[in-house]
């Protein structure tokens, strides 16, 4: 199953370095049956993307636990097992938990923001939390942060990504 993986630059790093990402059970993001039952006239790779989006949203909450890390949004989309992940409806309806490791070889790609985005990702970082308690205006500073596009990069590319980073 393709999962999608919040991640932060500096836990990008320990991957390339480990050749594992954390220890399981780790939380993701996937096309799950109540993401689909939601989202019903969306197509597969539509679904995939709003996976991918829940996986950055939940990336700034892991950069406001990591003030060093640099303010950009990371994501590891991996092929895993299906039988290792498990759905998490009450968390979000694409919320998933990865009971196995996820190791390098898994990593399909990764997707980051521009440095660019920068400013717009630290604003959101520190509305993360307002923005879950209910905050329209916090809501309204993180989205700024979402109009940025992730860039795309393959999992070859990690090593190249991160010496620029």
Known sequence: MRVYLPSTLPALR???DDGV???PPLPGFAVTPALREWYVEGDEE???YAALMLAARASLRLLDADPSAPARRA???ADV???SVMPVPAVDRGAVHVGAAVTLRLVRSVHVDDPDAQDDVRV???AVIEADLGSEDALFRMEQAEGHELQWYASQELGPLLELS
């Open 14 to 16: 320990r991957l390339l």
């Open 21 to 23: 990402l954390g220890e």
């Open 46 to 48: 539509e679904l995939e």
């Open 75 to 77: 994501v590891l989309v």
């Open 81 to 83: 097992p299906d039988a």
């Open 124 to 126: 959101a970082v520190d």
